[in-house]
């Protein structure tokens, strides 16, 4: 069964270092997201993205946050500066189409903690 | 008003017992609602997406009512292996590609 995968599994770095984390969605799949979730709490859109651009983006996805396909197989999550905040759970999600009525497919995650 | 809200549980049943969840959105623009259910530390899979006309997958029935903005899912004849957290989506507000989740409802099903 296809499926989205995510590296690195788990990351610990320090407040203010850059970070970069990645996705290969499924291969047939156009829309690519990317969803964090917070130790305890809901999973949260970050942004969303078709056709080489960000189709939407939430208010927690500033300009410390950017996303890059950069490659046809790739797409990566980047945290310039990380905050103490920033420490989630971060979900990559790739789709056939928009999202009504499709289907969201996640990776298994990338844990972010940051010291 | 939360833009999704679910009761969060936890719901401890014994094993083939039924157990109802429900769930209030706030947008009632939303055109798309979903059950996704969450294992402990591991990402949301999806259940079963819900249509107006409601719509039931083996042991699992969910139900929309949209004057109400009410989802629901049912679950009958509870295995151990339905404990998780169910978590309740609907799409966003201005658009598609959005997707809005509850805080979810915990589920302990017992032997």
């Known amino acids: 069964e296809p499926e989205v995968t995510q590296t690195p599994s788990h990351q610990v770095t320090q407040m203010g270092q850059e970070v970069i984390l990645r996705c290969v969605p499924i291969s047939n799949h156009l829309y690519f997201y990317w969803y964090r979730q917070i130790l305890g709490q809901k999973v949260e859109f970050l942004v969303s993205?078709?056709?080489?651009?960000?189709?939407?983006k939430s208010e927690i996805f500033d300009d410390q946050f950017s996303v890059e396909r950069p490659d046809g197989s790739n797409f990566t999550l980047k945290i310039r500066s990380t905050k103490l905040e920033d420490s989630a759970m971060y979900f990559c999600?790739?789709?056939?189409?928009?999202?009504?009525?499709?289907?969201?497919?996640f990776g298994e995650g990338s844990r972010l903690t940051v010291l | 008003r939360k833009e999704v809200e679910q009761d969060p549980g936890p719901f401890n049943v014994p094993e083939g017992a039924t157990v109802a969840f429900n769930c209030t959105y706030s947008?009632?623009?939303?055109?798309?609602f979903f059950w996704y259910r969450q294992d402990c530390r591991k990402e949301p899979k999806l259940l079963m997406s819900?249509?107006?006309s409601g719509n039931e997958d083996g042991r699992f029935t969910a139900q929309l009512n949209r004057a109400s903005q009410y989802i629901s899912l049912l679950i009958r004849d509870s295995k151990l292996s339905d404990s998780a957290t169910y978590l309740c989506v609907v799409n966003g507000r201005d658009s598609s590609y959005k997707l809005i989740f509850g805080s979810g409802t915990r589920l302990l099903v017992r032997p």
């Open positions: 819900v249509y107006s």
């Open positions: 999600a790739s789709s056939e189409g928009q999202v009504a009525p499709g289907e969201l497919f």
């Open positions: 993205f078709y056709n080489n651009e960000i189709s939407e």
């Open positions: 947008n009632s623009a939303s055109q798309s």
